[in-house]
């Protein structure tokens, strides 16, 4: 392959660059190149090519490029193979799957679980083989090479594809605990726990039940590195001859004298409680749709036996001490009545459902009373009802809702036919826990969970800072709302099948796009994830209800560089140890870290992540069909919340988030930029995780019209001094200019600007020549630089403030071949050879009538004015005619409205804030007031004293100058604020130092963008942000928010400002390397 598209080569590989990339002997140009593929091809007749195959061992698997002899070499590293070679066979459809045939060193010792083990290690998934053929030795051809077409055809396949029997004790056992787990009749040695349907959820089942059979502390992610029951049983017999595995001690029923502690969950939330006791943050609500007979007699005995058999629902909470405990009643009756919803029809009916269903869900519980549990029927029809079920957190989680409604099921079905209940009695419950756990998780074992935690989240930011739609409130209200977030069937099998591909769980998946998104939103490289785990690592913990939740904060370091498949394995292994670690209570880990709190925001994450994957719930019993019904508290405990559920059609998902930070629409919007990014990863996950679309075609449309100002007419032909020189034709007699004792009519001010103008053009000054102004302010200085653009030429300020070090730069630099100054500031500037013309010294001869000057092109150059730069060395940015005129036309239409309002000229003309206060008016009729320092008075101040102008131009610095002034009865009307960020606080002050609505705009714009290029009038009703926005594009400019990919971002989310359209200035005088740098091809205009 050649042309243009060839690499540069192998990073730090010349060897191989030189191997594979070498010189095109047939392009006839020199320094060609062509690439070396490998590949075998063929013409034909039509001058098509077709593809047959590779040449070097190269295959493709799964869409991956896969280096046969790469793998071969992994394998051949082992101690264990002797010979070894890697072959694609067809695994389906246009697929291939690897096949590795290795001889072993030793027969005897040979371990193919440990070979795969050791290759997991070495290499990515797709690149270790599926299937294996163990040989006495290669076959080979009468050279001497490996004989490919006598390998024979691998017979089974390391995934199980073919049924292996357990062949020892604790393969018996493993394979008979993930039958009952996983719900499969059949379970061989080879088989992938994840394949089987398996999850975090499952494998902590899994774990418990092990632990208990074997009396080992087996790890969570034992499950995860030796997925097959083969593997585990290995690692079980490892730990069963190590006697490392520290087991916890067992649960033991305590006995119920007097008041018993709580768990350091219920604690959290007791104190939580006492602190916003009007607070419905931790309830939980559940609305439940029967259709069939329903027997309400059975219906309310069962939920009684159910509030029997499970202390914790006749448990109230009492303070003894200022320390809670918990009290179990001995005896507890619900009394279930029926409530008759009535409606016209279907749809009335349901949205008085939907009415009750959130009055009940947003009930006050009293802790001191039990139950708190609240259940209301509601009968629809003669076979509807909704069965509405309401708790607080402190006795229930997510997991406890399944119980309930499995026993419910259980006990239904018998009640409703007269028979006894079927569920065996529990041998412990929920109070026995909270007593088991504190006595258990404390000293060395707790130390060594928090150490982990503590240098886990050491670095994290203590808040996530995203993009929200108003400050955060100084108390957290935990309003909330919810958008769906639909995945469809699709994407959700592509999400499941990358998790096995990549060896991670469906969770580890959404958490790597969720983290990638909070990425994106925040630019935040170390991302804190709150996730509830189940709690449940003890068999005896399965069947209680109660609040076992835990809460991990997870920490995702995102690399924007690293491609999602990267994150998800960085994901996979820290979830992986921080399960390893998620014994500790969340409420004891922020005692024990002392994290920053505030009650504005939750401590150690603001987002979380929940993946619904609890016990399936019964469909249907005694002749009724169940189906859950949506209710919602209208809460939000956290900033943003991500809920996803599996079912049998796929994922369904919400995003929740903090009513008080986020508008509706917001959410919706997170919500459908969050699905863009999981179905992209899904799609490619080699993508770079910074090149991971959030926004759809339709919204990037919609992002790219808000991005343009309005096009507008505006005087293309004309030149900055031909509109003056139109409006000085029009008002001869009006005042132009005033400074002091001395004022200027538009006739006079034209007349002597046009009088220097020739005399510049008779020293050389024309079109692209620079023109140094060193002036005070007094009218010589609009003179001066309508005489220099009349002339053809550029001025170039010149600060007589200005240290001498930077005026010889800008003057060396600018290659001014004229300076006009003034006698009293001559001597202050330093030696350039430049002609130094001073204006009051020398006024130059009357003449007569004047012939006319060359006309100056839009195109031609008006002024360069030097800023700043971050190597210390300014730049000279240069502003053409048709740029200021698109500007001032602009402005003149946006401050004035066709009005005639005076400006002051106060600042320096070193900064383009002049530039509104002088050319603004010169092209409406208007007056331009000098002023200048003063006995002591600053020009600004001199200004305000003045009060002779209507509008003034200036910068929040000296807004705040103005705001502690009594300005009733001042003549400013107007005021355009630019160069610094405008705070709400600080345009509310000025506006009241007024006693009146003074107009204030909040203009930004840097100086290559010709002044400003964006506009907003601030409302003291409407503003309420800390900041002043900037507002919307100029007329005729484009203004975008966009990513390193130069790609529009979604609304609300960080990017760099990219400034285009009539206002951009030409570049940095001579400056070609930073212009190109800086100044680049818009990709988004459509334009040429």
Known sequence: LGGAGVARGYLGRPDLTAERFIPDPLSGEAGGRLYRTGDVARRLAGGELDFLGRGDGQVKVRGFRVELGEVEAALLRHESVREATVVARDGGGEDKRLVGYVVPANAGDFS???????????????????AWVVLEALPLTPNGKIDRRALPEPTSAASGEEYVAPRTALEELVVGVWAEVLGVERVGVG???????????????????????????????????????????????????????????????????????????????????????????????????????????ALERSLNEIVRRHEVLRTSFVSNDDRPQQICESELTLRLNVEHVLGRDEQERQEAVQRIAGEEARHRFDLTKAPLLKVRLLRLGARTHVLLLTTHHIVWDGWSTAIFVRELAALYEAFSVGGPSPLAELPVQYADYAVWQRGWLRGERLREQVEYWRGRLAGAPPVLELPTDRPRPAVQTFRGGRHAVEVPEELSARLRQLGRDEGATLFMTLLAGFAAFLHRYTGEEAVVVGTPVANRSRVEFENLIGFFVNTLPLRVDV???????????????????????????????????????????????????????????AASFGGLKLSRQQSSTGTAKFDLAFFVKETARGLEGELEFNADLFDSVTGARMAGHLLKLLASAAADPGQKVSDLPLVEEEEERVLLAESKGEETDWPRTATIHSLFEAQAAETPSALAVVADDEQLSYAELDRRATRLAHRLRALGVGPEVRVGLCLGHTPRLVEAILGVLKAGGAYVPLDPEYPRERLAFMLKDSEAPVVLTESSLAAGLPESGALQLCLDADAGEEGGELAPLPPVAPSSLAYVIYTSGSTGRPKGVQIEHAALVNYV????????????????????????????????????????????????????????????AEALKLTPSHLALLAARDNRGSRLRRLVVGGEALTTELARAVQRSFGREVEIYNEYGPTEATVGCMIHRFGAGADDRVHVPIGRPAANARVYVLDERLRPVPVGVAGELYLGGAGVARGYLGRPDLTAERFIPDPLSGEA
Not at 890 to 917: C, K, N, P
Not at 929 to 940: D, E, I, P
Request: aromatic share 8%; proline share 7%.
């Open 112 to 130: 193919l679980t440990a070979l795969q083990n050791y290759l997991r290690e070495k290499l990515p998934a797709f690149m270790i083989p599926t």
């Open 191 to 297: 088989d992938n726990f994840f394949d089987l349907g398996g999850h975090s959820l499952l494998a902590a089942q899994v774990v418990a039940r092990l632990r208990r059979a074997c009396a080992v502390d087996l790890p969570l992610r034992s499950i995860f590195e030796t997925p097959t029951p083969a593997q585990l049983a290995d690692a079980l017999a490892g730990l069963l001859r190590s006697e490392s595995g520290v087991q916890a001690p067992p649960v033991e029923r305590v006995e119920r004298v007097g008041p018993l502690p709580l768990s350091f969950g219920q604690e959290r939330l007791w104190f939580l409680e006492q602190l916003e006791p009007d607070s419905l943050a931790y309830n939980m609500s559940a609305a439940a749709r029967l259709e069939g007979p329903l027997d309400v007699g």
């Open 559 to 617: 690399d924007g560089g690293l491609s999602f498949r990267e994150l998800l394995a960085g994901v996979r292994s820290a979830a992986l140890t921080a399960y390893a670690h998620q014994d500790v209570p969340f409420e004891q880990l922020v005692a024990e870290l002392q994290p920053e709190r505030s009650l504005g925001h939750a401590p150690l994450f603001q987002v979380m992540l929940t993946l619904e994957n609890e016990p399936a719930e």
């Open 889 to 948: 036309w602009w402005a003149r239409g946006a401050y004035l409205r066709g009005e005639r309002l005076d400006f002051a000229l106060y600042s320096s003309i070193a900064f383009d804030l002049t530039v509104t206060s002088v050319y603004v008016p010169l092209v409406s009729g208007a007056c331009v007031h000098v002023y200048r320092k003063a006995g002591g008075h600053s020009a600004l101040e001199a200004a305000l004293e003045g009060d002779r």
